[in-house]
């Protein structure tokens, strides 16, 4: 069956231009993920989604960053006044339930802010 | 300092060699996730522990949960190339009773030279 996709697989960018990064779970899957994986950082949490739940958006680094997940399916992640900092791979993950369940990640997006 | 430590951060290993992996906290590990990375593409799942002691394999690959939880170990017998990547462990580090936020480890590249 399909995995998680993303796009676009890579997108370079002008500081400060506004970015929106999409994901596409696993259909049937409940909980979405987004992660930062940087050379600075390693892989960093940024917000997750469990159905009707309010997002935990406990890791997003800055409020130029904010997700929605509409339909409990599709996520877009963007991100505002995109900085030189934010550029990253952004991984995005689902899994089936929430709690102890295996995150299954997409192949990322490579955001390059010049 | 990183919740999470991985060691060696890079190893290299001639094919057939044997070679494992550590991943180390100092908080109990509620769930504990192995994956491997290659360039360019996502994070793929290897195993999940959960249970102190634990251990599960997957064709050449061992992984085990210590008894205290804190410690987590990857082990491959008889190396082959197509083990070449970065593996990273990715755990719960603070029960919340729902998802799973992972925090990663800083990886650990393993090259197989022939």
């Known amino acids: 069956g399909a995995g998680v996709s993303q796009s676009p697989s890579n997108k370079v960018t002008e500081k400060g231009k506004d970015v929106e990064l999409r994901c596409d779970p696993i259909?049937?899957?409940?909980?979405l993920y987004w992660y930062r994986q940087s050379l600075g950082q390693g892989l960093e949490f940024l917000i997750y989604?469990?159905?009707?739940?309010?997002?935990?958006k406990s890791g997003l680094p800055s409020d130029r960053f904010s997700a929605e997940r509409t339909g409990g399916s599709v996520s877009t992640l963007t991100i505002q006044r995109t900085q030189q900092e934010d550029s990253a791979v952004y991984l995005c993950?689902?899994?089936?339930?929430?709690?102890?369940?295996?995150?299954?990640f997409g192949p990322g997006t490579r955001l390059t802010v010049l | 300092s990183q919740e999470l430590e991985q060691s060696p951060q890079s190893l290299i290993v001639q094919e057939g060699k044997n070679l494992t992996i550590n991943c180390t906290s100092s908080?109990?590990?509620?769930?504990l996730y192995w994956y491997k990375q290659k360039y360019g593409e996502g994070l793929i799942f290897l195993m999940m522990?959960?249970?102190?002691?634990e251990e599960k394999s997957h064709e050449k690959i061992t992984a085990k949960l210590d008894e205290k939880k804190q410690q987590s170990s990857l082990h491959i017998t008889a190396s082959q190339p197509s083990h070449a990547g970065i593996y990273l462990c990715?755990?719960?580090?603070?029960?919340?009773?729902?998802?799973?936020?992972?925090?990663f480890g800083t990886g650990t590249r393993l090259q197989v030279t022939l």
């Open positions: 259909s049937g899957h409940t909980a």
């Open positions: 990715g755990a719960d580090i603070v029960y919340t009773g729902t998802a799973s936020k992972l925090t």
């Open positions: 908080k109990t590990l509620y769930g």
């Open positions: 993950a689902s899994s089936l339930l929430s709690g102890a369940d295996t995150q299954y």
């Open positions: 989604f469990q159905g009707n739940s309010a997002p935990d």
């Open positions: 522990l959960q249970k102190g002691g």
